[in-house]
C-alpha cells in the first residue's frame, strides 16, 4: 500500500517547495493540490511530468472516464491516487492544505488508511502569508481591500493551524510540524529530519531535486512547473522590508498567540 501524506496549514506557506523537495526522491510521488482537481478539473490540460493529463501516468486513468470525478469528494480522489499507485512508489503526497473547505479532510483519511496517513503541518509566519495576499493591492492603493484581505487571512491562517493542531492531539503519531523558514534556511537539514521520519530509515537525495519524473502536479504554485536544485531554495522574506506597518501591526495583534506558539515572535 502507498502511504499518503498530506501537507496541511494554509494557503503560501511553502507546500509547493516542501512537496518538490519530497518528490527528489524516486520513492515518492507528488499530486499537487489534489482538492483544485474537483474544483477546477477543466482548466489544465497538462501535467508538470510534461505530458497532456490523458497521458499522464497518474491522471490519465482518472480523467479517462470524465464521470470519475463526478460526486467524488477530495479524501475519495486522494485514497483513489494511492490505491491506483498500488505501492509502486512508497509515499503519494498530497498538498492541498487545511484551509475552510478541507479542514476535516486529515481525519477522515486517518480513520480509512490508518497508519497508511501521515499529516505534515506546514507554518510559516502569518505576516508573511498575509503579506503575500494583499501586496497587489496594497501597491493598487486598495486601503479596505487591504484590510478585509488580511483579516480573511488571519482568520483562514488561525482555522486552518489549529485543524492541524487538533489532529496531531488525536493522532499523534501521524503528525509533524515543519517551518517554512527553516525549510528554506536549512532545506539539507530540515528535510533529512522529515524525510527520515516519514520514511524511517531513508536518506533524502538532496542532490537529485529536479531529476525525477514523479511531479504530477496540476495545481499549486508556478514552481511546480520549473526546475530547482537545492541551491535554489531561498527564503522568501521581502515582507521584512515591503509589508506596511500598519497592515503589520493588525496581523500581528489578529494571529497572536498562536504566532508566537510557532516562534513567529
Known amino acids: 500500500m502507498t502511504k499518503l501524506v498530506y501537507i496541511g496549514g494554509y494557503g503560501h506557506s511553502g507546500s509547493t517547495l516542501l512537496e518538490y523537495l519530497l518528490a527528489a526522491s524516486p520513492d515518492v510521488i ?8 474537483l474544483r477546477d ?5 497538462k501535467c508538470t511530468c510534461r505530458r497532456s493529463i490523458r497521458d499522464c501516468p497518474v491522471w490519465g486513468p482518472i480523467f479517462a472516464v470524465p464521470e470519475t470525478l463526478d460526486g467524488m469528494s477530495h479524501a475519495e480522489l486522494s485514497q483513489a491516487l494511492a490505491a491506483h499507485d498500488g505501492g509502486a512508489h512508497a509515499v503519494l503526497v498530497d498538498s492541498s492544505k487545511t ?14 488508511l490508518g497508519q497508511d496517513f501521515q499529516l505534515v503541518h506546514l507554518v510559516r509566519d502569518p505576516r508573511a502569508v498575509s503579506w503575500s495576499t494583499v501586496k497587489k493591492a496594497e501597491r493598487r492603493g486598495d486601503r479596505s481591500i487591504v484590510a ?4 480573511s ?3 483562514g491562517w488561525w482555522i486552518a493551524n489549529l485543524a492541524c493542531e487538533l489532529f496531531g492531539a488525536f493522532y499523534r503519531d501521524r503528525y509533524l510540524r515543519v517551518r517554512y523558514e527553516d525549510l528554506a534556511r536549512a532545506p539539507r537539514e530540515t528535510m533529512g529530519a522529515l524525510f ?7 536518506a533524502w537525495p538532496a542532490d537529485e531535486i529536479g531529476r525525477s ?11 511546480r512547473a520549473g526546475k530547482l536544485s537545492l541551491g535554489d531554495v531561498r527564503e522568501d522574506a521581502g515582507w521584512h522590508r515591503d509589508m506596511p506597518g500598519g497592515v503589520r501591526g493588525f496581523v500581528s495583534l489578529l494571529t497572536a498567540p ?8
Open 153 to 155: 487571512t488571519a482568520a
Open 213 to 223: 519524473d514523479t511531479r504530477h502536479q496540476l495545481y499549486g504554485n508556478r514552481m
Open 148 to 151: 478585509a484581505r488580511a483579516a
Open 196 to 202: 527520515d521520519k516519514v520514511l524511517p530509515g531513508s
Open 99 to 112: 484551509a475552510w473547505r478541507s479542514i476535516d479532510v486529515p481525519f477522515r483519511l486517518a480513520r480509512e
Open 258 to 265: 498562536l504566532r508566537w506558539r510557532y516562534g513567529y515572535a
Open 30 to 37: 507528488a499530486c499537487g493540490e489534489v482538492v483544485s482537481v
Open 41 to 45: 478539473r477543466s482548466r489544465k490540460s
